[in-house]
T-cell receptor
């Protein structure tokens, strides 16, 4: 079974600075997808960024980018120019690319605080 | 295009009562997933349904929990004889087809007294 581990329960960053959230995963599959979701206090799950395992290029969405290290099974999220609105719980998630794969497997989350 | 709708947003039940949680997927989505988030934890997969079919229920507790997604109407997650340990946020997500991006609803917060 696949597992996702987020080793940082809490992180903090100063406004306008850069922060990196860590995520590692364990799988024997070669085809899969990785995601970062944001959960603000409203508890709505918001997709931040996704990465296909077959793509070598790291995904980027505006101020959010990932460092995908397939061999190391590492998938970290970098937030540049942090804003107060970035404060939230961040979850790393895995989904199998196999035809039977549909469920998302989530890590335990990292609570990000942004200090003004 | 409305997003995934869940109701109620908050539900309070006493131990032993039944809880019914509803999920209306996005328009054009025929695949529904239910996840549970216990306090201070990440989301855990419960069940994956297509219209009139349960595709994967490997994450559902064996007793008291059931789910359906009828041809017409919302998907229902039903919890019978609730216990305090069922207190959690229950999220529904939907997608257009299997393996495609899942869009999440706002969740239902269940509190069992």
């Amino acid at each position: 079974a696949q597992t996702v581990t987020q080793s940082q329960p809490e992180m903090s960053v100063q406004e306008a600075e850069t922060v990196t959230l860590s995520c590692t995963y364990d799988t024997s599959e070669s085809d899969y997808y990785l995601f970062w979701y944001k959960q603000p206090p409203s508890r709505q799950m918001i997709l931040v960024i996704r990465q296909e395992a077959y793509k070598q290029q790291n995904a980027t969405e505006n101020r959010f980018s990932v460092n995908f290290q397939k061999a190391a099974k590492s998938f970290s999220l970098k937030i540049s120019d942090s804003q107060l609105g970035d404060a939230a719980m961040y979850f790393c998630a895995y989904r199998s690319g196999e035809t039977s794969g549909s469920r998302l497997t989530f890590g335990e989350g990292t609570q990000l605080t942004v200090n003004p | 295009n409305a997003g995934v709708m869940q109701n109620p947003r908050h539900l309070v039940r006493r131990r032993g009562q039944e809880a019914r949680l509803r999920c209306s997927p996005m328009k054009g989505h025929s695949h529904v997933y239910w996840y549970r988030q216990l306090p201070e934890e990440g989301l855990k997969f419960m069940v994956y349904l297509q219209k009139e079919n349960i595709i994967d229920e490997s994450g559902m507790p064996k007793e008291r929990f059931s789910a359906e997604f009828p041809k017409e109407g919302p998907s229902i997650l039903r919890i019978q004889q609730v216990v305090r340990g069922d207190s959690a946020a229950y999220f529904c997500a939907s997608s257009t087809y299997r393996g495609n991006e899942q869009f999440f609803g706002p969740g239902t917060r269940l509190t069992v007294l």
